[in-house]
T-cell receptor
């Protein structure tokens, strides 16, 4: 059972427009949510995170919104640039067995068209 | 700083063979982990370590062993390779584990078991 879901496997957006990547989760005990970006043949790199007690976190062109009642978060990229083309993973963390553990979504491939 | 270094980048094994995937980090991070990435499955935690001498199982530990004799190294051992272990393996490290801590990933090892 997938606790963290990214239902859109891919997304195409024009350069300069907004990219919205979505993530749904089922476990209300998650404490934090994180977004990672992954280029081909590289490991994921951290992008932005949000605490479960917040509803928005912003870092430059990247903003993450959290809707706890809907168990939904989204990553907004404004404006989108061709270099943003990558796979984006949503992750959620929960405390257990003495440490935090992470559950990752399946990823969304973003393509920004020039 | 090299960050997180994984070797080898590619490996083909025959069913039943054993091998060790190497992971080293030079950031003095306490927390290290191994993930596997499979199509449609996201990143799944295999084993993790909160410090030298301390390891524990993640979500999919069967068929894998780990040890952590130093802070820097966290090798993953496949005991008797099976085709189901064909995957891309990522090692990650972070300074602590607070739930929203940025993890640094290696470039990955693409393993094929025939």
């Amino acid at each position: 059972d997938q606790q963290v879901k990214q239902n859109s496997p891919s997304l195409s957006v024009q350069e300069g427009r907004i990219s919205i990547l979505n993530c749904d989760y089922t476990n209300s005990m998650f404490d934090y949510f994180l977004w990672y970006k992954k280029y081909p043949a590289e490991g994921p790199t951290f992008l932005i995170s949000i605490s479960s007690i917040k509803d928005k976190n912003e870092d430059g062109r990247f903003t993450v919104f959290l809707n706890k009642s809907a168990k939904h978060l989204s990553l907004h990229i404004v404006p989108s640039q061709p270099g943003d083309s990558a796979v984006y993973f949503c992750a959620a963390s929960a405390w257990g067995s003495g440490t935090y553990k992470y559950i990752f979504g399946t990823g969304t491939r973003l393509k920004v068209l020039a | 700083n090299a960050g997180v270094t994984q070797t080898p980048k590619f490996q083909v094994l025959k069913t039943g063979q054993s091998m060790t995937l190497q992971c080293a980090q030079d950031m003095n991070h306490e927390y290290m982990s191994w993930y596997r990435q499979d199509p449609g499955m996201g990143l799944r935690l295999i084993h993790y370590s909160v410090g030298a001498g301390i390891t524990d199982q993640g979500e999919v530990p069967n068929g894998y062993n780990v040890s952590r004799s130093t802070t820097e190294d966290f090798p993953l051992r496949l005991l008797s390779a099976a085709p189901s272990q064909t995957s891309v393996y990522f090692c990650a490290s972070s300074f602590t584990e607070q739930g929203n801590t940025e993890a640094f990933f290696g470039q990955g090892t693409r393993l094929t078991v025939v």
